[in-house]
C-alpha cells in the first residue's frame, strides 16, 4: 500500500513538474515573440534611416548635376559669344 502511494505521489509531482515546465515553455516563446517584434522593429527603423539618407544623397547629387549643367550651358555661352568676339576682330 505505501508503494501505490509513493508511486502515485511521484506521478502527480511529475504531472505538476510537466505542467510548470508547459508553463515556463509558454512564457518564454512570449518573451522570445516579443524580443523578435523589437528587433524586427528596429532593423526596420535603422533600414528607413538608410533609405532615406540615400535618398536625400540621390537628390543632392540630382541638384549638383543641374546645377553643373547649367553652369556648363552658361559656359558654352560665354565662349560662344567670347568666340564671335574674335571672329568680328
Known sequence: MVEVSESVGIRRKRASYEE?????????QAELKIELRRSLEHQLAEEKTMRKLAEEERDSMG????????DLES???????????????
Open 75 to 89: 559656359l558654352k555661352a560665354i565662349n560662344q559669344d567670347n568666340t564671335l568676339q574674335v571672329e568680328k576682330a
Open 20 to 28: 510548470e515546465l508547459g508553463e515556463q515553455v509558454k512564457l518564454l
Open 63 to 70: 541638384r549638383d548635376l543641374m546645377k553643373t549643367m547649367d
